[in-house]
């Protein structure tokens, strides 16, 4: 009996766990990646002799237990992390302050010590987490009401709980920015996706955070473990190989690469971002399929890297 092949199109983490699983149960896998690298978010840098992880960084045992039982069974190395966060706004002619180095970094600018709107901001960053817990465990207890709005932006929220505009700009603004690389714009974000997020990391948190981990090789590490795993298993794999169809047939599925080329599985799972998805499922696209995917909203960002030495 011939082995069940099939397709995973996308070599970021979710294509790679997918392709891992599947080889694992004795599945005939081709992998396809449009870069000429595995690990999509995972990308290491190399900067004056040092590695440096420039897309996933960190993790941590309470938020991604399916990832820790991975780099365990992989024998990924794993060290302790820092998670300090700092602000410094207009280009250091407003306000600055950060979390590093207690006190000394909280008061970077002294005069913050003697700033009454400075203080209120502290007091507001630590009722932020009790005032996020109870609207989102609101949201979930009556999320069969339609007559509650889910979507409620994040502006909303911060205004009929009464924060200050230094709040907005010098706390939960960055503190998104940090996350997401986005703009202003993650004000008009719906409330509960935000808030959901802080705190099932417990991002939130004054005390009792779980310890944040990387990977000490950096993300690379655990990606060349996948790959030689998925190697040792018989998986192919393709880089640069842009996938631009996957359609149904009787007997499975078509994968067409830009070059031409064309393959017949007898199933594929697509790891990429959504608008990707549905433009390889073109007009098979479902009415469900084409709802939800077609729902997601992305935005270019431009990120820069400083290195500098201490």
Same mark, same amino acid.
């Given at each position: 009996?011939?082995?069940?092949?099939?397709?995973?199109?996308?070599?970021?983490i979710?294509?790679?766990?997918?392709?891992?699983?599947?080889?694992?149960e004795?599945?005939?896998?081709?992998?396809?990646?449009?870069?000429?690298?595995?690990?999509?978010?995972?990308?290491?840098?190399?900067?004056?002799?040092t =590695?440096?992880?420039?897309? $996933?960084i960190? %993790?941590n &045992? /309470?938020?991604?237990?399916?990832?820790m039982?991975? $780099?365990?069974?992989?024998?990924?190395?794993?060290?302790p992390?820092?998670?300090? %966060?700092?602000?410094?706004l207009?280009?250091?002619?407003?306000?600055?302050w950060?979390?590093?180095?207690g006190?000394?970094?909280?008061?970077? =600018?002294?005069?913050?010590? !003697?700033?009454?709107?400075?203080? &209120?901001?502290?007091?507001?960053?630590?009722?932020f987490?009790d005032?996020?817990?109870? $609207?989102?465990s609101?949201?979930?207890?009556?999320?069969n009401?339609?007559?509650?709005?889910?979507n409620?932006?994040?502006?909303?929220?911060?205004?009929?709980?009464?924060?200050?505009?230094?709040?907005k700009?010098a %706390?939960?603004i960055p !503190?998104?920015?940090s996350?997401?690389?986005?703009? @202003?714009?993650?004000?008009s974000f719906?409330?509960y996706?935000?808030?959901?997020f802080f705190?099932?990391?417990?991002?939130?948190?004054?005390?009792? &955070?779980? =310890?944040?981990?990387?990977?000490k090789?950096r993300?690379?590490?655990?990606v060349?473990? /996948?790959r030689?795993?998925?190697?040792l &298993?018989?998986?192919?794999i393709?880089?640069?190989?842009?996938?631009?169809s996957?359609?149904?047939?009787? @007997?499975?599925c078509?994968v067409?690469?830009?070059?031409?080329?064309e393959?017949?599985?007898?199933?594929?799972?697509?790891?990429?971002?959504?608008?990707?998805?549905?433009?390889?499922l073109?007009k098979?696209?479902?009415?469900?399929e084409?709802r939800?995917?077609g729902? !997601?909203?992305?935005?270019?960002?431009?990120?820069?890297?400083?290195?500098?030495?201490?």
């Amino acid at each position: 009996m011939s082995k069940v092949r099939v397709a995973v199109v996308g070599g970021g983490i979710s294509g790679l766990m997918s392709a891992y699983v599947l080889a694992k149960e004795g599945m005939e896998v081709v992998l396809y990646e449009k870069e000429d690298y595995l690990g999509g978010h995972a990308n290491t840098v190399m900067v004056d002799g040092t =590695q440096l992880d420039i897309g $996933f960084i960190i %993790f941590n &045992r /309470v938020t991604y237990p399916n990832m820790m039982e991975l $780099f365990e069974s992989l024998g990924v190395d794993m060290e302790p992390c820092e998670m300090s %966060f700092s602000v410094s706004l207009a280009q250091g002619q407003g306000c600055e302050w950060g979390t590093r180095n207690g006190l000394s970094s909280l008061f970077a =600018q002294k005069k913050n010590a !003697f700033n009454p709107s400075f203080w &209120r901001m502290i007091r507001e960053i630590m009722k932020f987490n009790d005032d996020a817990l109870n $609207f989102c465990s609101y949201i979930e207890e009556i999320e069969n009401n339609q007559e509650i709005d889910r979507n409620e932006t994040l502006e909303n929220f911060v205004q009929s709980h009464g924060y200050s505009e230094l709040f907005k700009k010098a %706390f939960l603004i960055p !503190f998104c920015a940090s996350i997401w690389s986005c703009s @202003e714009g993650v004000m008009s974000f719906s409330a509960y996706s935000v808030l959901s997020f802080f705190l099932n990391h417990h991002a939130l948190q004054l005390y009792g &955070r779980p =310890q944040w981990l990387t990977v000490k090789g950096r993300s690379q590490d655990y990606v060349n473990k /996948v790959r030689k795993e998925l190697e040792l &298993r018989g998986c192919q794999i393709r880089t640069n190989s842009q996938v631009c169809s996957v359609l149904t047939i009787d @007997e499975g599925c078509t994968v067409t690469c830009k070059d031409g080329s064309e393959e017949v599985y007898n199933g594929c799972i697509i790891a990429a971002h959504a608008p990707d998805a549905l433009k390889m499922l073109g007009k098979q696209a479902t009415y469900d399929e084409s709802r939800i995917l077609g729902a !997601f909203q992305y935005a270019k960002r431009f990120s820069s890297m400083f290195s500098f030495n201490i």
